[in-house]
């Protein structure tokens, strides 16, 4: 196995796990971590046009979120309590 294909195979289990995880909020990952699933899509968007495939943001965000992003919204995205948006604000200014 290659390295690119470690690299692939782990990148599918995060995809997965993130699939999964529809409890966790994207703005717990961007606070915890400092990316998102909006992030992770956008990362898998711009490869794909490093690599000359055309491919818009809606595409790669149903990649990463196992169908459509409305519908994930629609079915799992809850409201930011206001300890959460002043978290992501303080670490924006960082």
């Excluded at 943001?57 to 809850?78: F, H, I, L, N, S």
Aim: with cysteine; net charge negative; charged share 30%.
């Amino acid at each position: 196995m290659t390295n690119t294909e470690l690299e692939a195979a782990a990148f599918r289990r995060l995809v997965k796990h993130l699939q999964e995880r529809t409890d966790v909020q994207n703005i717990d990952l961007m606070n915890l971590s400092g990316f998102c699933r909006n992030c992770l899509s956008r990362w898998y968007r711009e490869a794909a046009e490093d690599m000359g495939i055309s491919m818009d943001q809606d595409t790669a965000k149903e990649r990463v979120y196992g169908m459509p992003y409305a519908e994930w919204k629609d079915k799992y995205q809850t409201e930011a309590t206001p300890e959460q948006k002043a978290t992501l604000k303080k670490n924006a200014t960082h």
